[in-house]
């Protein structure tokens, strides 16, 4: 066991955790932020997506004892005072989603790489969510909302 | 819980790493995790301690020498990828280090926990050996062409840890993948380096570990375009076959990414 100090959604969290817990456990089963969902297991599909010190990290591939002092940002924490954040609100308005089980890792996954890319085109936006999949096959409307948002700025 | 139990240890500093390893009797070092924790998770590996050595601030780097480009172990992916000074010295090799598994890999992998994993399909042991790069651990420097020695094989010695690697500076280079669509590893991947008085062309994803192609690096050292690679005949005998590919595509696909990279490296 090790007892963990870190920030989740911007609120300081102390916790005992086993040293194998994952992240994605730990702020499912600990914290019950289910908002981040477990999709493939196997570090491909990005439906557990989170924001580690503001870079998107799969939260399946990283054990919560590495993330000890960090900064995580997961879906939950976006919106604020209850408004949807930017690119929530996109998702919402071109209908980025169809089953929905991919869209918090792809709006996590869409936040960091607004915040890298000053201009996104389409084939920057595509090779951006090579790391997310969305079984539905809904892409052309993710990647439309993801547009909408960069045109906007 | 998917892994084995183990004990989580924090190096601050090489020289606790080697400690903390010294200290315990399984033990393995943990980098940016992108491989190890996939590994532990499927329980084809189960170390009884696992030495974080991310936050050792010192591997982070990346410095411009007059003949050479140093890269600290520790540095992701994603920053490797971005670095202005790897652009304008190597930019095959930031090319290389963006093309790495997909964006949310490169904030984590590192480029010394790539090269000490020696995946057969990873793309950086293409950059590494293609460029004739020198290996700096704790203990020793390690020339590329004696480094990766098998299949997920390296002459590293359990407690050595990478510092960093020296990549000579190159007249031209390019790098060319065929990606697995789904895991983004290198079905194939060609690096080619023209140092003006030498070749060197090294093949990831097509064999139990990266290689040169010594014949092809002949052919390109008189002619450094895509037709000289073209008429390389390349052997199936000993490629990688799985579902993905038989060693006939493979063969093939060498000499295929060969033409793009070395289009890319005239460019």
Redesign the interface.
């Known amino acids: 066991m090790t007892a963990l100090s870190l920030t989740v959604n911007g609120k300081p969290v102390n916790a005992d955790v086993e040293d194998r817990t994952l992240l994605v456990h730990f702020l499912r089963d600990h914290l019950l932020l289910t908002g981040t969902h477990v999709g493939c297991d196997t570090s491909q599909c990005g439906a557990c997506m989170v924001h580690v010190n503001g870079r998107a990290v799969k939260s399946c591939t990283i054990f919560a004892v590495q993330a000890d002092g960090d900064c995580i940002e997961t879906v939950e924490g976006l919106a604020k005072d209850g408004v949807l954040h930017p690119v929530q609100a996109a998702f919402q308005e071109h209908h980025g989603l169809q089953c929905g089980f991919c869209t918090p890792g792809m709006i996590m996954t869409a936040i960091d790489m607004l915040g890298r890319h000053e201009q996104l085109d389409e084939a920057t936006i595509r090779r951006e969510l090579e790391g997310n999949i969305c079984r539905c096959t809904g892409y052309l409307n993710i990647i439309k909302a993801i547009r909408s948002v960069a045109e906007a700025r | ?8 240890r ?1 190096a601050a500093s090489l020289t606790e790493a080697e400690e903390m390893f010294r200290s315990s009797d399984d033990a393995r070092y ?1 980098a940016g ?2 491989t190890l ?2 590994t532990m ?1 499927q329980r084809l590996a189960a170390p009884a301690d ?1 030495i ?1 050595i ?1 936050r050792i601030a010192s591997l982070s780097f990346v410095r411009r020498e007059a003949n050479a480009l140093i890269i600290g172990a520790g540095t992701r992916h ?1 920053d490797v990828a971005a670095s202005q000074d790897v652009k304008n010295a190597i930019p095959a090799l930031a090319h290389l280090a963006g093309e790495i ?5 490169r ?2 992998g590192t480029l010394g926990g790539s090269i000490a994993n020696n995946d057969p399909a990873a793309d950086y042991p293409a950059g590494v050996l293609g460029l004739g790069a020198t290996v700096k651990t704790t203990k020793r420097t390690i020339a590329a062409d004696k480094f990766f020695t098998g299949l997920f094989e390296t002459a590293l010695e359990p407690d050595e840890i990478i510092i960093e690697v020296s990549f000579p500076l190159p007249r031209r280079a390019g790098y060319a993948k065929f990606p697995n669509p ?3 590893y290198a079905m194939v991947g060609v690096f080619v380096a023209d140092f003006g008085s030498a070749v060197r062309v090294a093949v990831t994803g097509a064999a139990p570990f990266v290689f040169r192609m010594t014949e092809m690096e002949a052919a390109l050292a008189k002619r450094f375009t895509p037709d000289a690679a073209a008429g390389i005949v390349v052997s199936p005998d000993g490629l990688n076959s799985d579902l993905f590919g038989s060693a006939e595509y493979r063969a093939h696909l060498i000499t295929v990414m060969a033409k793009r990279a070395i289009a890319a490296a005239v460019l």
Not at chain 2, 1 to 8: R, V, W
Request: proline share 10%.
């Open positions: 819980m998917y892994t084995a139990p183990f004990h989580y924090r943990l995790g992108q924790v996939p998770k696992l974080d991310a994603a598994g997909d964006p949310a890999v904030h984590k789904a895991s983004r």
